[in-house]
């Protein structure tokens, strides 16, 4: 006891760390490091790798020619002008036939309302899905500003019909979406 009548604090001293002890410590710890050091390792690489496919795979470009596409940028606006101007209209229906085939009527009339006859139509079918797939056709006029074509298409599901119809100087453009059963 201290003079103040309080029990007296003994320091108190670790025990004394055995050789083996102090090994096995240190062991402990180099594993401990060495396993960050491979975790690290492992991630780099990973991080390596990928951005080495990424720089391989992706040229940068979302479309083909973008250049020449932006420099056509005004012209194509031009023709959307144009064919508004135009005023022409275009009733697209896909009746099915069988299982992947149909026949495609197309109607067009002028701002008045009046059948258009004696114009070239093509269809370009595309799956929005697949590449691959895609085909081209050519509507056969058969009066009264009526054009079909009888189709027969590779797969099933949904396809974007990208019609133009030429009559003389002026041509009109439309997309429709069709679903083959």
Do not use: C
Request: cysteine-free; proline content about 5%; hydrophobic content about 45%.
């Amino acid at each position: 006891m201290n003079a103040k009548g309080m029990p007296a604090h003994r320091a108190v001293r670790p025990a004394p760390v055995s050789p083996v002890d102090a090994r096995q410590e240190a062991r402990s710890r180099r594993i401990v490091l060495g396993s960050l050091a491979v975790f690290a390792l492992i991630v780099f690489a990973m991080n390596g790798f990928l951005i080495m496919m990424a720089a391989k795979t992706w040229t940068g470009l979302a479309v083909d020619s973008p250049y020449e596409r932006g420099l056509s940028y005004n012209q194509t606006l031009e023709q959307a002008r144009a064919q508004t101007a135009l005023g022409w209209q275009m009733e697209v229906a896909f009746r099915p036939s069988a299982p992947s085939e149909g026949r495609l009527d197309v109607t067009l009339r002028d701002e008045a309302g009046r059948s258009i006859s004696g114009a070239e139509l093509e269809v370009v079918l595309v799956r929005p899905t697949q590449a691959g797939s895609d085909f081209r056709a050519y509507l056969n006029g058969v009066g009264s500003g009526v054009y079909q074509a009888e189709l027969a298409f590779p797969a099933v599901g949904v396809w974007d019909a990208y019609l133009a119809a030429r009559a003389g100087e002026n041509s009109y453009q439309r997309r429709e979406r069709l679903l083959v059963r």
